[in-house]
């Protein structure tokens, strides 16, 4: 999980593509002054795949050598030659045998983590490694306190108190009999309070009335932390950290919303957002090889620290990341020896255009414009969903079903002519309902239980 920047892959981190960020008017002012609308399209014009975008030739050598010096190697000449990589057995004989389970989730919310909290809490994990782009080493105490249960002492009570809630609401009937909740939990700040002191363990800036920072309570972090506490885990992290060649704010936040407006007409629009794809594919690719540089160096960290892990025949490591990762991540480790498998958060993940197109860069294939235009029509669709109050998704899959359900209603030229109309200034609520009904579509929800309503049907 991403903790600073989700991309909803992600991302990747939080890979955001939940548009929410950009809420406003669906104009050009979203974007400061509207530029021309562009080149003038018939109603014939084809709709023609955009260039291929221009990027600087990567340099190979130099990032193979950065990210091996990551891991703590120092990078040859020898080290590059094709030559055939020996295998997990001949670098460490007196090693366990590794395998590694992939959970992939969202990660925007608790309940698209909460297949985390169901794998870990069955047992049979030795390691848990988390997804951070900004790793906090004060964050990784927190989840290891969780999981041995003793450090930092609050969190026993602070899940206790969640026991409770989740305990009154499950068993709750109406009635005067109704059970009730201890004590400490009916307390109303009981959560507030905790939340505090979680945040100023992960460096949370403490102030008057307070700790500022980012919420704990109904986001992945705490399923994370349920899912590890009192499993023994060890835990660890084999992200970004700072003095690596790759960060994440090389990218930036901006780089992960898709672009809205930009001059040269819809044409550039669309070559813009395959670019700025492609540079956010490249920088994950590089992230990625960091990840796996690190394994290694990592293990025998833990193994100094936690001797009788080295000592099992075989070792299982859970690996939470964002689900954009899914088919790019676990290939690295399995060149180097490591036995691979993967969860879901859903069986039936769904990624919504953006990510598609995101994903269809990193297997070297270009997506079709229609893709790259329903990824734009994507957010669109968010901003207008946040405007209409419809602000409590608890499941991204559900948000990222009604973008490909609605946005796939719409072809490329369509798309093109709602573009139009928004960097003219004309594009706002009402006239997406006129578009919708001369669509035959259903007016968009102004709340998640109508988006819930609509998607099943």
Same mark, same amino acid.
Request: glycine residues 8%; proline residues 6%; charged residues 30%.
């Given at each position: 999980?991403?903790?600073?920047?989700?991309?909803?892959?992600?991302?990747?981190?939080?890979?955001?593509?939940?548009?929410?960020?950009?809420?406003?008017?669906?104009?050009?002012k979203l974007?400061?002054?509207?530029?021309e609308?562009?080149?003038?399209?018939?109603?014939?014009?084809?709709?023609?795949?955009?260039?291929?975008?221009?990027?600087?030739?990567?340099?190979?050598?130099?990032?193979?050598?950065?990210?091996?010096?990551?891991?703590?190697?120092e990078?040859?000449?020898?080290?590059?030659?094709?030559?055939?990589?020996?295998?997990?057995?001949?670098?460490?004989?007196?090693?366990?045998?590794?395998?590694?389970e992939? *959970? *992939?989730?969202?990660?925007s919310?608790?309940?698209?983590?909460?297949?985390?909290?169901?794998?870990?809490?069955?047992?049979?994990?030795?390691?848990?490694?988390?997804?951070?782009?900004?790793?906090?080493?004060?964050?990784?105490?927190?989840?290891?306190?969780?999981?041995n249960?003793?450090?930092?002492?609050?969190?026993?009570?602070?899940f206790?108190?969640?026991?409770?809630?989740?305990?009154?609401i499950?068993?709750?009937?109406?009635?005067?009999?109704?059970?009730?909740?201890?004590?400490?939990?009916?307390?109303?700040?009981?959560?507030?309070?905790?939340?505090?002191?979680?945040r100023?363990?992960?460096?949370?800036?403490?102030?008057?009335?307070?700790?500022?920072?980012?919420?704990?309570?109904?986001?992945?972090?705490?399923?994370?932390?349920?899912a590890?506490?009192?499993?023994?885990?060890?835990?660890?992290?084999?992200?970004?950290?700072?003095?690596?060649?790759?960060?994440?704010?090389?990218?930036?936040?901006?780089?992960?919303?898709?672009?809205?407006?930009?001059?040269?007409?819809?044409?550039?629009?669309?070559?813009?957002?395959?670019?700025?794809?492609?540079?956010?594919?490249?920088?994950?690719?590089?992230?990625?090889?960091?990840?796996?540089?690190?394994?290694?160096?990592?293990?025998?960290?833990?193994?100094?620290?936690?001797?009788?892990?080295?000592?099992?025949?075989?070792?299982?490591?859970?690996?939470?990341?964002?689900?954009?990762?899914?088919?790019?991540?676990?290939?690295? *480790?399995?060149?180097?020896?490591?036995?691979?498998?993967?969860?879901?958060?859903r069986?039936?993940?769904?990624?919504?255009?953006?990510?598609?197109?995101?994903?269809?860069?990193?297997?070297?294939?270009?997506?079709?414009?229609?893709?790259?235009?329903?990824?734009?029509?994507?957010?669109?669709?968010?901003?207008?969903?946040?405007?209409?109050?419809?602000?409590?998704?608890?499941?991204?899959?559900?948000?990222?079903?009604?973008?490909?359900?609605?946005?796939?209603?719409?072809?490329?030229?369509?798309?093109?002519?709602?573009?139009?109309?928004?960097?003219?200034?004309?594009?706002?609520?009402?006239?997406?309902?006129?578009?919708?009904?001369?669509?035959?579509?259903?007016?968009?929800?102004s709340?998640?239980?109508?988006?819930?309503?609509?998607?099943a049907?």
């Amino acid at each position: 999980m991403d903790h600073e920047a989700k991309d909803h892959d992600g991302a990747d981190s939080g890979e955001a593509d939940s548009g929410f960020e950009q809420a406003g008017e669906l104009t050009g002012k979203l974007d400061g002054d509207r530029p021309e609308v562009g080149e003038d399209r018939g109603p014939d014009a084809p709709a023609e795949l955009p260039p291929e975008p221009h990027r600087e030739p990567a340099r190979v050598e130099e990032i193979r050598g950065q990210i091996e010096q990551a891991a703590g190697n120092e990078p040859t000449a020898e080290a590059h030659e094709a030559e055939p990589r020996s295998t997990w057995a001949e670098r460490h004989p007196d090693w366990p045998r590794v395998t590694m389970e992939f *959970f *992939f989730s969202p990660h925007s919310t608790a309940e698209d983590q909460e297949g985390l909290v169901q794998l870990l809490q069955q047992g049979g994990a030795d390691i848990y490694l988390y997804e951070s782009t900004i790793f906090s080493e004060s964050y990784n105490k927190v989840l290891q306190g969780a999981a041995n249960m003793r450090r930092p002492k609050f969190l026993k009570r602070w899940f206790k108190g969640q026991k409770a809630i989740d305990d009154y609401i499950e068993n709750t009937t109406i009635g005067d009999d109704e059970p009730q909740p201890t004590a400490e939990a009916q307390n109303p700040n009981f959560f507030k309070k905790w939340n505090d002191r979680l945040r100023a363990a992960m460096g949370g800036k403490v102030e008057e009335g307070g700790v500022k920072g980012k919420p704990i309570i109904g986001t992945p972090i705490e399923s994370e932390m349920r899912a590890v506490y009192g499993t023994g885990v060890v835990v660890d992290c084999i992200d970004l950290r700072p003095g690596d060649p790759v960060q994440h704010d090389q990218i930036g936040a901006e780089a992960y919303k898709t672009p809205m407006i930009v001059e040269g007409g819809f044409g550039a629009l669309l070559r813009e957002i395959e670019e700025q794809y492609g540079n956010m594919i490249e920088h994950q690719n590089r992230r990625e090889e960091v990840m796996a540089g690190r394994l290694e160096k990592t293990l025998a960290k833990i193994f100094e620290q936690h001797p009788e892990l080295k000592d099992k025949p075989d070792l299982k490591i859970v690996f939470s990341m964002g689900a954009a990762h899914a088919e790019t991540l676990p290939p690295r *480790f399995q060149e180097l020896g490591v036995e691979t498998t993967q969860t879901f958060s859903r069986t039936d993940h769904i990624y919504n255009y953006a990510t598609q197109a995101r994903m269809e860069l990193g297997s070297g294939k270009r997506p079709e414009a229609e893709t790259l235009a329903r990824a734009f029509f994507e957010q669109i669709l968010e901003i207008e969903l946040k405007n209409r109050g419809c602000k409590d998704i608890r499941r991204y899959d559900d948000l990222a079903l009604y973008d490909r359900q609605t946005a796939g209603a719409f072809s490329k030229d369509e798309i093109a002519a709602i573009y139009d109309q928004n960097i003219a200034g004309e594009l706002n609520g009402a006239k997406l309902d006129e578009i919708f009904k001369q669509k035959g579509l259903p007016l968009m929800p102004s709340s998640y239980a109508e988006m819930q309503e609509m998607i099943a049907a």
